[in-house]
């Protein structure tokens, strides 16, 4: 039986303000890719992430998520993706809404989010009447990290999740991340490869804005 494609981008280019920011990327992952992204400051890894998560309009070339075009099907596709984005979004919700939130948007008991966040050592009951955006960046990351793993979807998307993270924490993340016990698939964007070193199979490194080492592990 073929591996369930889960993301087919091909060709993709996509300019800003002229500039080729991703330059004729084909990027396929089937389900149950751990995808290690990899790259230089400014190599498109994160319009790459957020062009298949239809945030911007690609120029050319052609993204599908399961078969789904993430702009046209935007909502659907959304629904599939836990996306957790390099800048903490300014959501000016506290955290007991912004829990309901989630709830209501995407079937997510928030009694499963305060699990995992209490395996993240955060204390999210004193927390809930705080605006997300006044939490520390350690505290939103790992708010974020909990919501996206009680999802429970079949693609995750980490734009540098670790960032704000003590080591302690970036630990716990791991081993949450190691124990997920359904197929899924990972694309996690990293500077540094020993992070993800037993999480990841694959490895794509992209630099100006093309894939140019794209490798099983
Ligand atoms: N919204 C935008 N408008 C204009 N230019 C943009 C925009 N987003 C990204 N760029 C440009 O696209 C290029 C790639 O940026 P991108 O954020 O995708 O890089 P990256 O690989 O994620 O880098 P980093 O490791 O620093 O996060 C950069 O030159 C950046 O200035
Ligand atoms: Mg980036």
Request: proline share 6%.
């Amino acid at each position: 039986m073929p591996d369930k494609k889960i993301v087919e981008a091909r060709n993709v280019v996509k300019q800003f303000m002229g500039e080729r920011v991703l330059d004729d990327v084909t990027i396929s992952i089937d389900l149950g890719d751990k995808i290690a992204m990899m790259g230089p400051n400014g190599a498109g890894k994160t319009t790459f992430v957020r062009s298949m998560l239809g945030f911007y309009h690609i120029d050319s070339g052609k993204i599908q998520i399961e078969g789904l075009d993430p702009i046209k099907s935007r909502t659907k596709v959304l629904k599939e993706i836990s996306f957790i984005p390099q800048l903490p979004p300014p959501v000016k919700l506290n955290v007991a809404e912004l829990l309901e939130y989630v709830e209501r948007s995407s079937d997510t008991p928030s009694s499963r989010i305060a699990e995992e966040a209490k395996a993240m050592d955060l204390d999210i009951d004193a927390q809930m009447q705080k605006p997300f955006f006044k939490l520390s960046g350690g505290m939103k990351q790992k708010l974020l990290i909990a919501i996206a793993l009680a999802r429970k979807s079949k693609l995750f998307v980490f734009d540098e999740p670790t960032a704000n993270l003590d080591p302690k924490a970036r630990e716990h993340f791991y081993k949450l991340l190691s124990g997920i016990d359904y197929p899924h698939s990972t694309i996690f964007i990293t500077h540094r490869i020993e992070e993800v070193e037993g999480l990841a199979n694959r490895k794509i490194y992209m630099d100006l804005g093309k894939v140019v080492e794209d490798e099983r592990l």
